[in-house]
């Protein structure tokens, strides 16, 4: 019981200033809310939180970690869209190269999908891969059609965004 008030009380000490100290680095508050998240994660799964002699100086070097190893991802996941994008735009590639993109285009979009929402991908998933009306996801989700048409439209949207925001970056 100590160890889970000791966590509330750094949680309650450092949070905020945490999401300040992370959000002067990556410039983006919801990063820098994840991120924190994330560090204060990390200090549940500590066997003796108690221990910890400084604890700003200990989330500050696991958030850091935390935070180059987003960074990495990021450029990661830019780099991979980037060749996707350019694969796309091949002029007029061999049936091999052609069918090796599709295969990869599949996997990138496979991967963007399950970056949504639990129900802005069942929306996706039932209209586009089941052919479902919007009635049909409507009643199937017990949800509005209006729903169904913001959730669709929404998913698109965003996975066209983030397919081609790689594209943008290269003029």
Same mark, same amino acid.
């Given at each position: ?16 200033? &945490? ?24 200090? $549940?799964?500590l ?6 002699? @400084? ?8 958030a ?5 190893n987003n960074f ?9 869209l980037?060749?996707?994008?350019? &694969? ?5 590639p ?8 599709? #295969? $990869? ?8 999908i @399950? #970056?949504? +929402? ?19 996801? +409507? ?19 965003? $996975?066209?965004?983030? &397919? ?8």
């Open positions: 019981m100590m160890r889970l008030i000791h966590i509330k009380s750094v949680y309650l000490e450092h949070f905020e200033w &945490l999401v300040r100290w992370l959000n002067g680095r990556v410039r983006c508050t919801e990063t820098a809310r994840d991120l924190s998240q994330d560090t204060f994660v990390r200090l $549940l799964t066997a003796d939180p108690e221990r910890i002699d @400084s604890p700003r100086a200990w989330l500050m070097v696991v850091n970690r935390l935070m180059i990495h991802r990021k450029r990661l996941e830019h780099d991979t980037e060749q996707v994008a350019l &694969l796309v735009n091949e002029e007029s061999s049936a091999e190269a052609a069918a090796q993109n599709q #295969e $990869l285009l599949a996997l990138v979009v496979d991967t963007l @399950s #970056e949504l +929402s639990e129900r802005h991908r069942q929306v996706l998933l039932m209209s586009r891969v089941q052919g479902m009306t919007y009635k049909e996801i +409507s009643n199937a989700l017990n949800i509005s059609t209006h729903n169904v048409k913001y959730y669709l439209v929404s998913s698109v949207a965003r $996975l066209h965004e983030r &397919l081609f925001e790689a594209k943008s970056h290269e003029h």
